[in-house]
Structures are given as structure tokens and as C-alpha cells.
């Protein structure tokens, strides 16, 4: 008989959220398959899900216990759990006493757990009194997030995954889906295979696996897409392809988008975009005859300096056809990281306060002040990610605390980056891996337990709520992320109000918090979630659901009058130009089988496989005018620095236009692919998310000197 013990859990890596059953097969080793029960993934598993027990098994790079040194000349030492906090709470005390609150700050990361996500919020902003808290998800959500509120009243993702079945037009645009989100893209396959006459039509500027297996591809120019999304919403006015009850009866903002959207023939549009107008609009038929129409976006819309506008011309497709709230239909922002939901809902932004509740607000403050009882709640915008890192480069930010992330190859203009690091008077790094290029910059090493030594919750991208449970002893001297942060707060003075008898109470606190919101989930508990996913949300009184599948099926949306707003929003593109020095538009993104920075992927030999080695997609166009020949050694040169690769000569990529993997940092991959070393420092004003996937650069072959 088998006695091995099994848990299921959830996949740590992305915000599709997979059900696993993890057998703990003992010395601190496990095994991971597919939970066949579960809702999203029904058993399936991508690449990196199915190799995820690597991950834990290997702990060769694991750090075992606290460490620090006095100067950053020194090598580390080990010590203490009590020394290595009692020092950083001093430095802490020393710079909020000499400069103020402000001076320090906490950059943490969607790989958190909500609770984690909640303490980090509740010390800075209920207790240090500081706003100075952010997150890598500003790098990949912001975007989504402003325009769902200015559109939908809330960071609400209105549909379900269920919704991808009951579609029959699913829009994909600026995402890649078939490689990031492979899962999802796995049931929407199926459910071509089971339905041929649904229409998938993805808008990218590269041909992506997505882009291939699409009924339409729309290889626009890179930054147009706003032009785009206007020229379908006018073919779709003209047409009369649009629900003018719905309209009327259920958004404001119409005649400011249909005035937008006839400022530019299709004609034009379709030439500043670089597609056909019979492609503009095949798509607005497709769109307007759907009964379920399903638009899909991620990084390519979210991650620009007009992110937020892009995001909006998008929601736009939705509401003037009416075709959202019912099933199949739906605006639908695919998260990146597997607790970027979750960190948002307990406030983990500098904008933000837990239950999505408004920093700038207040009436929001005040709840929040009388519930934690600690200090006043800053009325002062916190610092963003860019922000926080531009800060400490100046010397106005003086202490920074980077939990879970590795800002030195994930931050855009990685120059900058170091440079901030470098000149900042106290780094504290909590990880779980030595290997990340992040931690050589560090005063003092936290050493954290990874998602399989301690328990919790994440939210996946269908605000599904999950349990985490603790399978195995973390190694070491390695503590979970939130008993760190409440060892902390003791040592900081507000033990009391950290001072927890287990997780489940942090989560409980938190659910307090959500009461009467819009994303209530007061009848969510660990003794639920343990039986049960569920969505949110999940007021107490509906203990015995499942929570809510779908938003808006009233038409009463989040905002005051209960409309939806629709925005007419200018088109034209803020990104870097290039010149004659830099010709090329630099476009980054993912590859199938790695996840962020590598640090956990990178480990896995079976992933490696697939693309071993950074490269530079070039067209043979451009290749040939420079002299280049396919895996040739060549420099990607830009205005803040140079990345040297092998090019990949292909017409998946227009000419004019370059891609390069994000993935590689140095410690992983050299220093030959760090794409952020040419990436800059715009950023939305908005959602102040950077304009990664826009950089101007020039490609040459590389000489050795
Ligand atoms: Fe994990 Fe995402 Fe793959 Fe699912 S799709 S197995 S959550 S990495």
C-alpha cells in the first residue's frame, strides 16, 4: 500500500493558477502532477508545472541562515535571526528618525501570498507610516489595473475561464499566450477542436506559436495598437454592429470615443498600423457576429507608456457592443504572476490600501487607521517600483527591503538599476535562492521558505482564491516570509499588533478588511478553501457557494452611477523615438519554458532544452543589410547600453522591428543577455508602468576586440 503523503496545492509559477497534487516523497523531496479535479487546468500541465518538484528537490542554491556584513567591501557572514533584525530595525529607526518615513521602503513581489502581501502593507502604511511599498506587478499588471477601474468602476477581471468555452470570437491581443499562459491556451484548442467555427484573432507585431495557430494575425507596428482597436470600434459604429440599448442604458463616454474613432479614415489607420483594411474589418465582423466575444490581452498592451490607453481602446470592443456579463463575453487581463490578484486585493501598491481601497481617499485612510490602530496613514502617494529605484539613485530613498524578486535583471534600464543599488545605504534582501543577481548588492540575507515549507493563499487570474498548503520543513534556519515580517514589526516596537497564533488569523484579519467592498470575502476561510476553491466575491452570507463565476450579469457596474465608462482616448504612441543611430524598435518578452529572471526555472536542465541560450530575432532584411548571418554573434547597441547574443534570422519578426528574451540576468546567463541593459525608463503616467516592449537600438555584428 502507498503511504506517501498527498496535497493538492496550487502551481506557484503563473496567474493561471493550476491545481497540483504534490506527493511528499520524503527528505525534503516531492512529486507534482496534475490535479484532475480541479477547475482550471483538469489534470493538464504546462512544461514548467510539470517540472516544478526540480525546484524543490534541488537545494543547492538554497539559503540556509541569516547573514550580513557591515560594509559592502566585506564578505558576508552568518548570524543570527535576532542580530540580523535587530540591525536592519535600527538602521530602519536611525533613517525614519534623521529623514522621515519616507526615506525607507519595501519592494516585494506577486509571488507572495496574500498574508505575506498583507503584513508588508500593514507595517509600512498602518505602522512606519510610509506609502513606500510596491511591487514587480506594477512591471506587469499596472496597466490593466487603472483602465479596469476607469472603465469598469474596479480591478475587477470581469469573466471566468469557464467563459473561454462559451465564446465564439476570442481577440487576443499583445499576448502570447500559447507559450505564457499555455494552459489556458490549451482549453481554448480544445475548444476549437469541439467548435470550428470559433474565430481566434491575435494582434501582435511578432509571429508568436499564438499568432500561428489564429483564424487572423494582425502583425501590427509595434505601439499602434490603440490605432487598431479605434478602427475596429468604427467599423463596428458604422456598421451599426454596436447595442445601443446597452449603451445607453449602461455606459457614458460613448460620443466621446465615436467622435475619437472618425478622426482617422480606416485607410490611415490601417497604414499606421502596417495591416490591410479587409483585415481591420474581417475582425469587427467577427467581433460584432459573436455571441460570445472574449478579448484577451497581457504584456504587449500593458507593459507601454501608453498602457493604460491601450487597455481602454480594448475594454472599449466590449461595452459598445454590449458583450460583457453574460457567458463567453467579456474584457479579460490575463495575470502574469501567480498572486498578482492577490497582492492587489490586501493593497500592495503605493497607490493603494487593502480591499483596493484609495490611498488618496480619505475616508479610506480613516477605515483603515481605526482597524490596524497604528499610526496616521500618510496621505502621500508611495514611491512605485521605477520610482523607488530612482529614489534610492538620488539618495532620497535610504533603505530598501526586496522580498521574492530580482529587480537587477527584471527593472527596465538595468544600468540605472545598478546604479541605484549601489549608491543605496541599506539593502536588506529576503530569497530563497543565493543565485540571484539581486543579493550581491545586499547588507543583510534573509533566508525565506519556499511556497512548498509554509501556508497561505494566492488569488489566480479568474480571482479564484486557493489554499497553499505546507508540505514539507523549510530547511535550515529558513522562516516563512510572513514570520519574518512579524519578527520584524517586534523588533520595530508594534509586536502587539503582529502577533499572530498562526496564518490563518493574518488571512482572517484580512478578510475583516474586505467587508462591504466590492471584492467582499468574508465568508472565505482556510477550513473553506481547504475543501474548496472560490472566486470572489464571497460575502459571508454566501458561505455555501462557490463564490462568483462572472461580474456585471446585472449590467450594474462598480462605478458610482453604476455605469460603465467608455474613453475616447488619443492614439498616438510616447515610447523613445529612433534615429539613424538607432534605427530598430526593441521588443522584449517571455519564452515557453522560462519564468521571470530564471532563478527557479534556470535550474531545471529539462527547460533549458528548449532554448538554452539568449537570442536576437532579426529579419533577414535587416540581418542582410548589416552583414549578419543566422547565429552570428551580434551587439544589440541602445542608448543605455549593449547586449551581445547570437541572431536568430526570421521573418517572424517585420523588419524594423528586433526581439529579445527577458529572462537572462548575469549570474545565470552572463552578462551577454540582460535585454533590460537596453530597455529605458518611461513609464505610463497613469499606472507608471515601463514601456518595455519599445526601445530604440541599432544591431551590429559583433567584433571581438
Ligand atoms: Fe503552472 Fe501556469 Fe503552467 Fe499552469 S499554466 S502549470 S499555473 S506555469
Known amino acids: 500500500m502507498n503511504s506517501l503523503k498527498k496535497y493538492k496545492t496550487t502551481c506557484c509559477y503563473c496567474g493561471v493558477g493550476c491545481g497540483i497534487v ?44 541569516p547573514q550580513m556584513r557591515m560594509n559592502r567591501s566585506m564578505p558576508m557572514q552568518q548570524t543570527s535571526w535576532d542580530e540580523a533584525l535587530e540591525r536592519t530595525a535600527a538602521v530602519f529607526k536611525t533613517f525614519i528618525a534623521k529623514y522621515g518615513p519616507d526615506s525607507v521602503g519595501f519592494y516585494v513581489s506577486g509571488q507572495c501570498l496574500t498574508e505575506e502581501y498583507y503584513l508588508w502593507n500593514k507595517l509600512m502604511k498602518g505602522f512606519i507610516g510610509s506609502n513606500n511599498i510596491d511591487t514587480n506587478s506594477r512591471l506587469c499588471m499596472s496597466s490593466a489595473v487603472v483602465a479596469y477601474k476607469l472603465s469598469l468602476g474596479e480591478d475587477a477581471v470581469p469573466v471566468c475561464y469557464d467563459d473561454i468555452e462559451a465564446s465564439d470570437c476570442i481577440l487576443v491581443e499583445g499576448a502570447n499566450p500559447a507559450w505564457c499562459h499555455p494552459i489556458l491556451w490549451r482549453r481554448v484548442e480544445a ?92 475582425a469587427a465582423y467577427w467581433i460584432a457576429q459573436a455571441k460570445g466575444f472574449l478579448s484577451m490581452w497581457t504584456m504587449g498592451l500593458n507593459q507601454s507608456v501608453i498602457g493604460v490607453n491601450k ?34 486585493e490586501v493593497g500592495g501598491l503605493a497607490n493603494m490600501l487593502a480591499s483596493h481601497r484609495d490611498i488618496l481617499n480619505p475616508e479610506h485612510r480613516a477605515e483603515m487607521e481605526n482597524f490596524w490602530g497604528g499610526t496616521k496613514i500618510s496621505d502621500k502617494m508611495g514611491l512605485t517600483a521605477t520610482e523607488m529605484f530612482k529614489g534610492l539613485e538620488s539618495g532620497k530613498l535610504k533603505a530598501i527591503w526586496i522580498a521574492c524578486t530580482n529587480p537587477m535583471v527584471s527593472l527596465p534600464d538595468a544600468r540605472m538599476a545598478e546604479a541605484a543599488m549601489k549608491n543605496a545605504r541599506f539593502v536588506v534582501v529576503q530569497d530563497i535562492s543565493s543565485r ?52 520584524f514589526a517586534e523588533k520595530m516596537g508594534w509586536g502587539a499588533h503582529f502577533n499572530y497564533k498562526n496564518f490563518g488569523e493574518i488571512y482572517q484579519e484580512y478578510t475583516r478588511t474586505t467587508e462591504g467592498t466590492n471584492i467582499d470575502v468574508t465568508g472565505v476561510s482556510y477550513n473553506l478553501l481547504k475543501q474548496n476553491t472560490v472566486q470572489w466575491p464571497y460575502p459571508a452570507k454566501d458561505r455555501n ?12 457596474f462598480y462605478t458610482a452611477n453604476k455605469r460603465a465608462k467608455i474613453h475616447g482616448v488619443p492614439d498616438a504612441n510616447e515610447s523613445e523615438s529612433t534615429n539613424n543611430n538607432f534605427p530598430l524598435i526593441l521588443l522584449t518578452g517571455r519564452i515557453r519554458d522560462q519564468w521571470h529572471t ?3 526555472t534556470g535550474r531545471v536542465n529539462k527547460l533549458k532544452q528548449h532554448i538554452p541560450m539568449p537570442f536576437l530575432e532579426i529579419h533577414p532584411h535587416d540581418a542582410q543589410e548589416r552583414g549578419i548571418e543566422n547565429e552570428a554573434i551580434v551587439e544589440i547597441k541602445g542608448k543605455r547600453g549593449s547586449v551581445k547574443v547570437k541572431a536568430k534570422l526570421t521573418d517572424e519578426v517585420k523588419p524594423g522591428n528586433v526581439f529579445l528574451p527577458m529572462h537572462w540576468g548575469r549570474v545565470l ?5 540582460r535585454a533590460n541593459n537596453l530597455t529605458n525608463n518611461l513609464v505610463d503616467p497613469k499606472s507608471k508602468e515601463p514601456d518595455f516592449k519599445y526601445s530604440a537600438v541599432e544591431v551590429v555584428k559583433y567584433q571581438k576586440p
Not at 546567463?669 to 543577455?673: A, I, P
Request: charged share 25%.
Open 598 to 600: 530564471m532563478t527557479k
Open 191 to 282: 475548444h476549437r477542436a469541439a467548435n470550428p467555427d470559433l474565430k481566434i484573432i491575435t494582434v501582435d507585431p511578432r509571429r508568436t506559436q499564438t499568432a500561428t495557430s489564429s483564424d487572423l494575425h494582425l502583425q501590427i507596428n509595434p505601439g499602434t495598437d490603440v490605432t487598431l482597436n479605434h478602427a475596429i470600434a468604427r467599423v463596428l459604429i458604422e456598421r451599426n454592429w454596436i447595442d445601443n440599448d446597452f449603451i445607453a442604458n449602461h455606459t457614458d463616454g460613448f460620443e466621446e470615443l465615436s467622435a475619437k474613432v472618425f478622426e482617422r479614415t480606416l485607410e490611415e489607420s490601417a497604414l499606421i498600423c502596417g495591416v490591410s483594411v479587409d483585415d481591420i474589418q474581417k
Open 311 to 344: 487597455n481602454l481602446s480594448l475594454i472599449n470592443l466590449s461595452l459598445i457592443t454590449g458583450k460583457i456579463g453574460k457567458p463567453g463575453n467579456g474584457p479579460f487581463s490575463l495575470t502574469g504572476q501567480p498572486n498578482a490578484m492577490g497582492g492587489r
Open 545 to 556: 457557494a462557490k463564490g462568483t463565476a462572472r461580474l456585471f450579469e446585472d449590467h450594474q
Open 436 to 487: 540571484t543577481d539581486t543579493i550581491k548588492f545586499a547588507d543583510v540575507v534573509l533566508p525565506a521558505a519556499a511556497w512548498t515549507e509554509k501556508e497561505g493563499t494566492m488569488t489566480n487570474a479568474e480571482r479564484r482564491v486557493s489554499y497553499l498548503h505546507k508540505i514539507g520543513e523549510a530547511p535550515g534556519e529558513t522562516l516563512a516570509d510572513a514570520e519574518i515580517i512579524c519578527r
Open 22 to 65: 504534490v506527493t511528499d516523497t520524503g527528505n525534503g523531496r516531492i512529486h507534482v502532477e496534475g490535479d484532475k479535479e480541479h477547475p482550471v487546468n483538469r489534470g493538464m500541465l504546462c512544461s514548467k508545472g510539470m517540472n516544478l518538484h526540480y525546484t524543490v528537490n534541488d537545494k543547492t542554491d538554497r539559503l540556509l541562515y
Open 669 to 673: 546567463g552572463n552578462d551577454f543577455g
